[in-house]
């Protein structure tokens, strides 16, 4: 089975902190996906990676970056964490024209 | 543009009621991908169906089953005998070229005992 594992399920910053989400998949994929998931709105795309070292903006990039140095880990950052990024934020991975989702990290700002 | 519009927010149901989710979707492609997930309470989404723009024969598992109709650009979503264990938000979502994923903004399911 595919794994999309996220570092944490659940994690309180305070505003201005610099905060890293990591992300990692055991299935040697291409492709992946940083998301953020808010009522109402569904799945917005922050960023896309398609190979090691190379990366994509996506519909709402503003306030995050992401980096990816090995093909099984995607890293977002959030240079300093904002309130209005409290949401849920979600990893995929895609191949074989699927994505495979990880479980989802719950990002509080105080 | 929204590329993909769900426009029913929230449905309840009483068990082994039959429910449809509706998905509209927008492209100029002739060649996409639709897809249907689930997200139960648990939050992890759990992927459900692919469909291509080629293929339009409607699909049944079990109790599920999707209706894509390329002349109305939907792909809707049945539930046939509904179960408490179906309670979730659905996501229907659109890919053009395999890279962007394009997400509705989910319905959500309540089945009730």
């Known amino acids: 089975d595919v794994k999309v594992t996220q570092s944490s399920r659940y994690l309180v910053k305070r505003t201005g902190e610099k905060v890293f989400l990591e992300c990692v998949q055991d299935?040697?994929?291409?492709?992946m996906f940083w998301y953020r998931q808010d009522p109402g709105l569904g799945l917005r795309l922050i960023y896309f990676?398609?190979?090691?070292?190379?990366?994509e903006k996506g519909d709402i990039p503003e306030g995050y970056s992401v980096s990816r140095e090995k093909k099984e880990r995607f890293s977002l950052i959030l240079e300093s964490a904002s309130t209005n990024q409290t949401s849920m934020y979600l990893c995929a991975s895609h191949a074989s024209y699927e994505q495979y989702f990880g479980p989802g990290t719950r990002l509080t700002v105080t | 543009a929204q590329k993909v519009t769900q426009a029913q927010t929230e449905i309840s149901v009483v068990e082994k009621e039959d429910v449809t989710l509706d998905c509209v979707y927008e492209t100029r492609d002739t060649t996409y991908y639709l897809f249907w997930y689930k997200q139960p309470p648990s939050g992890e989404l759990v992927f459900l169906i692919r469909?291509?723009?080629?293929?339009?024969q409607n699909e049944i598992s079990g109790r599920y089953s999707w209706n894509f109709q390329k002349s109305t650009s939907s792909f809707n979503f049945t539930i046939t005998a509904s179960q408490v264990v179906d309670s979730a938000v659905y996501f229907c979502?659109?890919?053009?070229?395999?890279?962007?994923?394009?997400f509705g903004s989910g319905t959500k399911l309540n089945v009730k005992p």
């Open positions: 979502a659109l890919s053009e070229a395999l890279d962007k994923f394009y």
């Open positions: 990676s398609y190979d090691v070292k190379m990366k």
């Open positions: 299935m040697d994929h291409e492709n």
């Open positions: 469909r291509n723009s080629f293929d339009e």
